[in-house]
């Protein structure tokens, strides 16, 4: 699987973003996936993710304002970003997950900058 993340950028506090993740390759048995991301100096932490059935999961610093979605026809993920604030400033990245048995296979994108700034 290869995932290609898109629409990362600058963006005024209050601001609003919309990131992109098209999939390729066999997806077959990717049941679940969603946006991470990452400010310097911080361990990589989950945003949202989405069920292939639709089931949407969020941090709580995120709920209200974040919106991920999902097209599996199109075998993408988006995630509409509004009321950004500075501390959503940090390296996005898009995650796929393929389970097998008891084993979870984590696929990832090259991750997009997203910076809120005045």
């Known amino acids: 699987v290869q995932l290609q993340a898109s629409g990362g950028g600058l963006v005024q506090p209050g601001g609003s973003l919309r990131l992109s993740c098209a999939a390729s390759?066999?997806?077959?048995?990717?049941?679940?996936m969603g946006w991470y991301r990452q400010a310097p100096g911080k361990q990589r932490e989950l945003v949202a993710d989405?069920?292939?059935?639709?089931?949407?999961n969020y941090d709580d610093s995120v709920k209200g304002r974040f919106t991920i979605s999902r097209d599996n026809a199109e075998k993408m993920v988006n995630l509409q970003m509004n009321s950004l604030k500075p501390e959503d400033t940090a390296v996005y990245y898009c995650?796929?997950?393929?389970?097998?048995?008891?084993?979870?296979?984590?696929?990832w994108g090259q991750g997009t900058q997203v910076t809120v700034s005045s």
């Open positions: 989405i069920t292939s059935g639709g089931r949407t």
């Open positions: 995650n796929a997950k393929r389970t097998v048995g008891t084993t979870t296979f984590n696929y």
């Open positions: 390759g066999s997806i077959f048995g990717i049941n679940n």
